[in-house]
């Protein structure tokens, strides 16, 4: 099971919106409804910030949104603030006896 | 509130076999539905799922992984356990465990242990 395609890293400015993409297979992201995302600052563990493709847990920012198409999820972050700098990694459910596959993961800087 | 910690041994020998554990609170794992991964980061690398177990105790694991790694639980302790055997430099990682929601995200993590591989 490969993991999941992620750019290395992506830039914005503060206020500005960017996306990060997550490029998978049929057999994962295009296959299921179930990509999550995950932002992880140093030396801290993951947290959950969308699931189930475009859903956010209770107490994450609605500045985070989630979409999918075809083998490609993608993570927007809007209105994009200081603490949002962190690294990001997307995951899905696959159909392989490997259940779940993460991304290469994203790291997102506040110019 | 669901919390979630990992402990064992900080380094370990080439050779030697890892044995990790997740206690956890907030949550059984004797209740239909709940399920508790183990995932682990090499230093500066991507994230990696290792295993997972159920509430009916159906076990699942990596693939490439599947013939050194061991999952357990102890309900009446609220652990998880996690073994790997034959462990090697490329091993070193810091190992998480996180609750695995209706089978399909990490909705809880615990802070997360690093695991040295070392003679």
């Known amino acids: 099971q490969s993991a999941l395609t992620q750019p290395a890293s992506v830039s914005g400015s503060p206020g500005q919106s960017i996306t990060i993409s997550c490029t998978g297979t049929?057999?994962?992201?295009?296959?299921?409804?179930?990509v999550s995302w995950y932002q992880q600052h140093p030396g801290k563990a993951p947290k959950l910030m969308i699931y189930?493709?475009?859903n956010r847990p209770s107490g994450v920012s609605n500045r985070f949104s989630g979409s999918k198409s075809g083998n490609t999820a993608s993570l927007t972050i809007s209105g994009l603030q200081a603490e949002d700098e962190a690294d990001y990694y997307c995951?899905?459910?696959?159909?392989?006896?490997?259940?779940?596959?993460f991304g290469t993961g994203t790291k997102v800087s506040v110019l | 509130q669901v919390t979630l910690k990992e402990s064992g041994p900080a380094l370990v020998k080439p050779t030697q076999t890892l044995t990790l554990t997740c206690t956890f609170s907030?949550?059984?794992?004797?209740?239909?539905?709940?399920?508790v991964s183990w995932i682990r980061q090499p230093p500066g690398k991507a994230l990696e799922w290792l295993a997972r177990?159920?509430?009916?105790?159906?076990?699942f694991y990596s693939t490439s992984l599947k013939t050194r790694l061991t999952i357990s639980k102890d309900t009446s302790k609220n652990q998880v356990v996690l073994t790997m055997t034959n462990m090697d430099p490329a091993d070193t990682a810091t190992f998480y465990c996180?609750?695995?929601?209706?089978?399909?995200?990490?909705?809880?993590w615990g802070q997360g242990t690093l695991v040295t591989v070392s003679s």
């Open positions: 177990i159920d509430w009916d105790d159906d076990k």
């Open positions: 996180a609750r695995t929601a209706a089978g399909t995200r990490f909705d809880y």
């Open positions: 189930d493709v475009s």
């Open positions: 907030g949550f059984s794992l004797s209740t239909n539905g709940m399920r």
């Open positions: 995951s899905s459910y696959t159909s392989s006896s490997t259940r779940y596959v």
């Open positions: 049929s057999s994962d992201v295009g296959g299921y409804n179930y």
